[in-house]
């Protein structure tokens, strides 16, 4: 069998156990994500394409891996092969995610908040909608998309502070004018946008970086991949790790004469 450099060897099994490691993270946050909003009845844009996304990339990742460290541990040519076209498919998608995103960050919360100021004013919107904002303001404990008058005269029952939000001062009384009578109710003073924006932003902080990761790893499995499949060609030698000597051996001082035999 073909000796390959043992160095090489065992920063490319490191390099396996963290895309490994890395991808069972991924699916261990697809199941988190998927037990945490399981419980919501009202429709969640885009959940199912997340989840599956998640769990499909988390799956392969691992599976890149397992093929990885096969190859390195059989000194398979074929199984290395196979995964560095992966690395290079691989690292290309995953810069192609992460610049995009990386480019219209900053400018991400000023789009959401034109598309949300686009549904204004909420009683008065899609009767979805209306489901979707009554669920999130029950789960965030805040009231409107921007203030509690993005419900005009009718705020939602959602709204309403109860008695341990009105102890912590997160409430506010607000009074309206509904059919010649003067409406008095405490809601809660946070709305809602800022909390949307600020989780949102977060998790695309976390895509962001989670690419970028990918991609390095991506990038150095490559590298690794490509060093080994040219030590396992016929006829190559492994690079070794030359060392200065220490002590030069020296010619001998004298050398034993033989004389010829004479006949």
């Avoid at 997340?50 to 199984?79: D, E, F, K, N, P």
């Avoid at 991506?218 to 030698?237: D, K, M, N, T, Y």
Wanted: hydrophobic fraction near 55%; charge should be neutral; proline fraction near 5%.
């Amino acid at each position: 069998m073909t000796r390959v450099n043992s160095c090489v060897k065992i920063s490319f099994f490191v390099a396996n156990v963290f895309f490994a490691v890395l991808g069972g993270l991924i699916v261990a946050l697809a199941l988190l994500l998927q037990l945490v909003t399981r419980f919501h009845d009202a429709p969640m844009a885009g959940r199912f394409a997340v989840l599956t996304a998640l769990y499909v990339v988390g799956l392969i990742t691992m599976a890149i891996a397992a093929v990885g460290a096969y190859g390195a541990h059989r000194q398979s040519r074929a199984a290395l092969i196979v995964f560095l076209v992966c690395m290079v498919i691989g690292t290309l998608m995953m810069f192609r995610v992460a610049v995009p995103l990386a480019a219209v960050r900053p400018e991400v919360e000023e789009a959401m908040s034109d598309t949300v100021r686009e549904l204004l004013p909420l009683d008065e919107a899609d009767e979805k909608i209306r489901v979707l904002a009554d669920d999130i303001q029950k789960t965030l404990r805040c009231c409107g998309a921007f203030s509690y008058s993005d419900w005009r005269q009718n705020i939602p029952d959602s709204c309403a502070c109860d008695v341990e939000a009105e102890r912590e001062g997160k409430c506010q009384l607000v009074s309206y004018d509904l059919m010649m009578l003067q409406v008095k109710k405490v809601v809660f003073r946070q709305p809602c946008f800022p909390l949307l924006a600020r989780y949102f932003l977060l998790i695309l902080d976390v895509i962001i970086g989670l690419s970028f990761v990918l991609a390095a790893l991506a990038l150095l499995g490559l590298i690794l991949s490509s060093i080994l499949i040219h030590q396992l060609r016929p006829g190559v030698r492994p690079a070794v790790l030359l060392v200065p000597a220490i002590f030069k051996p020296q010619p001998p001082k004298y050398e034993e004469l033989h004389n010829a035999p004479v006949y």
